[in-house]
């Protein structure tokens, strides 16, 4: 098993307890670590386990939950959060640069699932390329033979520089276009225009958004060319 490539330390002053004359000072961690925070895989170590592409500088936290990695695709500067479920056992799960998911988060990618550079999901959100029939006529279970149930499945991309809020879901054949932003606890049903803010149930327009970022984001592609 590779080892965890980041620890937390101790606080300054605080002994951990059930540790009594263990010899560590303070901000010291022993060599099992710190088993509240279990670290994040890198680059490297994410390739060997057998995912599509990962790019340089990508991280992934130990305690996520990952499915069919073959189809999974990072690019570079990617991060996921603990606790996070990323499911791509038959449809391809694409993921850009410089792109966060934030712990708790679920990705299915039955349907596909594509998101762009720069974007970024918030603590629990639900991003869902495929659902089941829940009008009584099939089976809405995991456990039963497909045949039975009703799944549907399609296409969900979340453009660039779309942050999605805390919380928020995002329903199979969505287009979030590019620049969008999506507010906290929101329900997306259908296709966002691109450089808009939207929220709700279902998510609607509450009004623009700037692209002053785009600067800002050419800013950290040159600052990550440099030698």
Request: glycine share 14%; proline share 5%; with cysteine.
């Amino acid at each position: 098993m590779p080892v965890a490539c980041a620890v937390a330390r101790a606080g300054a002053g605080h002994k951990p307890r059930g540790r009594l004359d263990s010899g560590l000072r303070d901000g010291q961690v022993d060599a099992v670590g710190n088993p509240f925070d279990p670290g994040y895989y890198t680059s490297a170590e994410l390739r060997a386990f057998g995912f599509a592409r990962v790019g340089e500088h990508s991280m992934v936290a130990r305690n996520c939950t990952v499915i069919g990695l073959a189809n999974i695709t990072l690019g570079d500067h990617v991060r996921v959060d603990g606790f996070t479920s990323l499911v791509a056992a038959r449809g391809a799960l694409v993921i850009g640069s410089y792109v966060h998911i934030a712990g708790g988060c679920m990705v299915g990618a039955r349907g596909g699932v594509e998101i762009g550079d720069f974007a970024s999901l918030s603590h629990g959100v639900r991003v869902l390329s495929a659902i089941d029939d829940f009008s009584g006529h099939r089976l809405s279970n995991a456990t039963v033979p497909e045949a039975l149930t009703g799944i549907s499945a399609a296409p969900v991309r979340i453009g660039r520089y779309v942050p999605v809020g805390a919380g928020s879901t995002i329903l199979p054949g969505v287009d979030i276009g590019e620049g969008a932003a999506v507010g906290a606890m929101s329900l997306v049903t259908r296709n966002l225009a691109a450089w808009t803010i939207h929220s709700g149930n279902p998510a609607r327009p509450t009004g623009p958004r700037s692209s002053d970022l785009l600067r800002l984001a050419a800013i950290a592609r040159e600052a990550d060319e440099l030698p």
